[in-house]
């Protein structure tokens, strides 16, 4: 993890505080406490306090330590308040329509535990496993959370995670959401290793995930995704390759969902993206996904495909893709829960178009035009979403 000038300028005033007179150190802490105080890791009575106790050379060490430890802290959060409409036409002119508000908040603490160990929890909105969008009309009832990050990550080699716990996505992410949504956070283990080859960077990740925690006293027992990923960076362009695969002896309980009817899932996949410029930057990405497990009366239903573009002009950021996803290629407990409301047998399209306000303030929305097959209901899903984002 790289250091953060804050961590720098912590571990520097460490070093040359017993070389240094009372004033030039009094002069360096509040230099230090000016930066800790934009920062977020105090507030303004704590930094009144600590500026009184810096002046007081018996103090001193004290007061460092406490800077110290602040500084390996950092408070982060963001909100996202949404308005939302979505129809649902079975082609017969009729059909179900939703007009829904919702926000999503998430406030997460992470902390440098050494040089080489880092650990974070973070709380949200709502404990879905691909939303944590919270639906406002519960008669101003207060609202629980859930914690969707827990984890440690220990690097004990150079270019070696080893990670734990509930963690974000340890596989190169792709944002599509056509194998797994962006707010999945996966519950298991995993090793992520980094390293250069000329000017490309390799990165290699496996792991295993605990979906399900049978009754038993053996770990044979659960149900589990085993997976490896290997992805290259080189210059704006990123290729990778990965599997996923469940178990296959342990179907009775499976989680699935979004109208998948097979029982076995080995999802491979391979994406790509590349950037050019033509007086404005070109992002050209894409992915490809086959089930090579599905099983049942649909087992050839059996593959997914992405293609989009992205481009940026100014503050202004838009993108479109389209996708069509075979009822078996992905399981749909998984994959993008907005695009056709989360269902497979589905095609369609997908726009974006974000607005920056501020560096930390943004305004956004994104329409999704698809089409579910007759396999999972034959209807027409369209979605207009629109975002007021604060990051903090």
Avoid: C
């Amino acid at each position: 993890m790289k250091q953060t000038k804050l961590a720098v300028a912590l571990k520097a005033t460490l070093l040359g505080v017993s070389l240094v007179l009372a004033p030039s150190a009094f002069a360096a802490d509040k230099e230090l406490l000016d930066i800790l105080k934009v920062n977020g890791s105090i507030s303004q009575a704590q930094y009144d306090q600590l500026i009184k106790k810096a002046d007081q050379p018996s103090e001193s060490s004290e007061l460092l330590k406490k800077m110290a430890w602040a500084g390996k802290i950092k408070v982060s959060g963001d909100l996202r308040v949404r308005q939302e409409y979505q129809t649902e036409d079975t082609g017969t002119g009729s059909g179900d329509g939703e007009d829904r508000q919702r926000y999503r908040a998430r406030v997460g603490v992470y902390a440098d535990v050494t040089d080489n160990v880092q650990a974070g929890v973070r709380l949200v909105s709502n404990g879905g496993a691909t939303s944590t969008n919270e639906t406002l009309g519960d008669g101003f009832a207060n609202d629980t959370v859930y914690f969707d990050l827990a984890y440690i990550n220990w690097q004990p080699l150079d270019g070696l995670e080893v990670i734990g716990g509930k963690m974000a996505q340890p596989w190169q992410k792709n944002k599509t959401g056509l194998v797994w949504d962006g707010d999945v956070n996966p519950e298991g283990g995993a090793l992520r290793y980094t390293t250069k080859l000329g000017d490309a960077t390799l990165i290699g990740t496996v792991g295993h995930l605990v979906l399900n925690d049978i009754d038993g006293f053996s770990f044979d027992e659960d149900q589990t995704i085993q997976f490896a990923q290997l992805a290259t960076e080189f210059g704006e362009t990123v290729l990778g390759v990965g599997m996923y695969v469940y178990d296959e002896d342990k179907q009775a309980g499976l989680i699935s969902g979004g109208g998948n009817d097979s029982t076995e899932y080995a999802i491979s996949e391979i994406f790509g993206e590349t950037t050019f410029n033509l007086g404005l930057p070109i992002k050209l990405y894409g992915q490809y996904a086959k089930n090579n497990d599905a099983n049942g009366v649909n087992s050839g239903e059996d593959t997914a495909w992405l293609l989009g573009t992205e481009t940026k002009l100014s503050n202004w950021k838009a993108s479109y893709d389209y996708r069509e996803t075979e009822l078996n290629a992905v399981n749909g407990a998984f994959n993008d829960s907005d695009f056709a409301g989360g269902r497979t047998d589905a095609k369609g399209h997908r726009l974006k178009l974000s607005y920056k306000i501020d560096n930390n303030f943004s305004v956004g929305t994104t329409y999704f035009k698809t089409e579910v097959g007759q396999l999972n209901g034959n209807l027409d899903v369209d979605t207009w979403q629109i975002d007021l984002a604060a990051k903090f």
